[in-house]
């Protein structure tokens, strides 16, 4: 066999090994294209699509840090606390269907005795909402001394947007658990113009049988001043009062600058429901934006009447980081 030969042979005998192990060979999958979340500006700004799907979803919260006072303590009363919410929503054939949820965790001391509770747990598809939420009676002035009743409740409510900034609404609302059947009724009637807004509201407690009536009045006076009113009557203790039979307020709000608003005002309580006395309070605030997300505010409050031996100062500095 001359060298040529040996050659070729080798070679032919090489092609036919790789040729086997080609057969045998592990083929790769081709990687699947990846989505990449897009952004959702419907809804405003912050929203994503949640990959998909066709909703939108926002995740946003705070970060607060508050030093209360009051010249009856001992000493500082600090409070830090952290707040997550989602907001998701999508469209459908009967408007926007949103889902909302907000958690509260508070911690006020360095052992371990931190509260977590849900602010809010809610969903709304056109004008009908669903859960736990503010209140429909919730609505007062604008400072921190201010009493205008109302707390989170669970409720069945339903807003008719009428346009040109009035709306309706009526809410079936249960502060009781496992009590009876028979719900709170709440209703409120809005009115928003370029001078400002009237809130009209009326509520009757269906375990107190008492009732509840409120207005509160916001009037631009000029771009920078805001000027604010509240009046009240409850026929009697219930979930919409706050101890007094009636009550007016009022509080004026001025906008320094983009960053920075003070504001200041009284409220009169008359009548209370133990022995018919009445008190008064009186307060300022100090808005500070410090950066983008990172807001301050000052209070300080005063409190006196009949119910008090002497005059009660009380206040406190929150920050607020949010994202």
């Not at 339903?158 to 809410?171: E, K, L, M, R």
């Not at 409850?234 to 007016?248: C, I, L, R």
């Not at 009022?250 to 009169?268: H, M």
Request: one cysteine or more; aromatic letters at 16%.
């Amino acid at each position: 066999m001359n060298i040529k030969s040996l050659l070729l042979g080798s070679a032919a005998a090489l092609f036919a090994v790789s040729g086997a192990r080609a057969a045998d060979a592990v083929v790769v999958a081709e990687p699947e294209p990846m989505e990449y979340v897009r952004i959702c500006d419907v809804y405003g700004a912050g929203f994503y699509y949640i990959p998909g799907t066709e909703t939108c979803l926002k995740v946003g919260g705070l970060v607060r840090y508050q030093i209360d006072w009051d010249d009856n303590d001992d000493g500082w009363r600090k409070t830090a606390a952290a707040r997550l919410n989602l907001d998701a929503r999508s469209e459908t054939e009967y408007g926007t269907f949103r889902r909302f949820i907000e958690l509260h965790f508070q911690n006020q001391s360095a052992y371990d005795d931190t509260a977590v509770w849900i602010r809010y747990a809610y969903f709304e598809l056109g004008g009908l909402m669903i859960g736990r939420n503010d209140t429909l009676w919730d609505g007062a002035l604008s400072g921190e001394f201010d009493s205008g009743g109302g707390d989170f409740i669970n409720s069945i409510r339903y807003t008719f947007d009428a346009g040109n900034g009035i709306a309706a609404s009526v809410a079936l609302e249960e502060a009781d658990y496992d009590y009876d059947y028979t719900p709170n009724v709440a209703g409120k009637l809005s009115i928003a113009q370029g001078w400002g807004s009237v809130d009209l509201f009326a509520a009757y407690d269906a375990t107190a049988e008492e009732y509840g009536l409120k207005a509160v009045a916001k009037f631009k006076a000029t771009d920078a001043l805001t000027l604010e009113a509240l009046a009240t009557y409850n026929s009697g203790p219930s979930f919409y009062s706050f101890g007094y039979e009636w009550s007016v307020g009022g509080y004026a709000k001025y906008t320094v600058n983009d960053r920075l608003s003070i504001g200041a005002g009284g409220q009169f309580f008359g009548d209370d429901f133990v022995n018919s006395q009445d008190d008064w309070a009186i307060g300022a605030v100090v808005d500070y934006k410090v950066v983008e997300n990172l807001n301050a505010k000052l209070a300080v409050n005063y409190d006196d009447g009949d119910n008090y031996a002497d005059g009660s100062f009380s206040g406190f500095l929150r920050l607020d980081a949010s994202f």
